[in-house]
């Protein structure tokens, strides 16, 4: 039931842009984004809803396909905060007693 | 508020030792949860309370390890009798439920060493 990301990894330049995919082999209710910075603990970005809704804040947004059970997280003109390893995390159901499944991961570095 | 707290942030211990953590969650925070994260992994989930009801347990937990929140407020989780395997950054989020999907915010963890 884990979930599946891809790239494992990926290294930026600042300012470029960067795609990273999760993927279900189960019906998902919702999918959460969050970053981790290396001893730290991971921070949310952003949960997405079944209904194919996309959301966003300042240069980071997200998609989530129901259909294809998959959800993409979109970072444009990287900075250098945005190094670290993302991770989705995923309910299967509506109302599910509320823990998430997170994918291993991808690590994120953005160089100067 | 401060957040999530966690204490011991570390903890060295050799195997066949007890060892307990603790976790504050944000005050207003009906959920709490564990999870346990390894080098390369996502958290895992270990097991969730309600208020002060346990309501969930993954089968990742095994007879060794117990959590309890004996108040709806602050969580302990005990490890009996460690093995090497137990070797782990140990998580506690906590959110408040709502009707839709909702945030955890987490603690900094323990880190926990077996030797």
């Known amino acids: 039931q884990q979930p599946v990301q891809s790239p494992q990894a990926v290294i930026l330049r600042e300012g470029e842009d960067a795609v990273i995919n999760c993927s279900s082999s189960k019906a998902l209710y919702s999918v959460h984004w969050y970053r981790q910075k290396h001893g730290e603990a991971p921070i949310f970005l952003m949960i997405?809803?079944?209904?194919?809704e996309q959301k966003g804040h300042d240069k980071i947004s997200a998609s989530f396909n129901e259909k294809k059970q998959q959800s993409s997280l979109y970072l444009t003109a990287s900075q250098l905060s945005y190094s670290g390893t993302y991770f989705c995390?995923?309910?299967?159901?509506?109302?599910?007693?509320?823990?998430?499944?997170f994918g291993k991961g991808t690590k994120l570095s953005v160089k100067p | 508020d401060t957040g999530v707290s966690q204490n011991p942030r570390h903890k060295i211990t050799k195997r066949g030792q007890n060892v307990t953590f603790r976790c504050d969650p944000i005050?207003?925070?009906?959920?709490l949860y564990w999870y346990r994260q390894t080098l390369g992994q996502g958290p895992e989930f270990l097991t969730y309370?309600?208020?002060?009801?346990?309501?969930?347990k993954s089968r990742l937990l095994s007879d060794r390890f117990s959590a309890e929140r004996p108040k709806g407020s602050f969580s302990t989780l005990e490890i009996q009798r460690t093995e090497q395997g137990d070797s782990a950054m140990y998580l506690c989020?906590?959110?408040?439920?709502?009707?839709?999907?909702?945030?955890?915010?987490f603690g900094p963890g323990t880190r926990l060493t077996v030797t």
């Open positions: 995390g995923t309910h299967l159901r509506r109302g599910s007693q509320g823990n998430l499944i």
């Open positions: 309370f309600q208020n002060e009801a346990q309501l969930e």
């Open positions: 997405l809803l079944k209904g194919g």
């Open positions: 989020a906590s959110t408040f439920e709502t009707s839709f999907a909702y945030e955890q915010y």
């Open positions: 005050s207003e925070h009906n959920r």
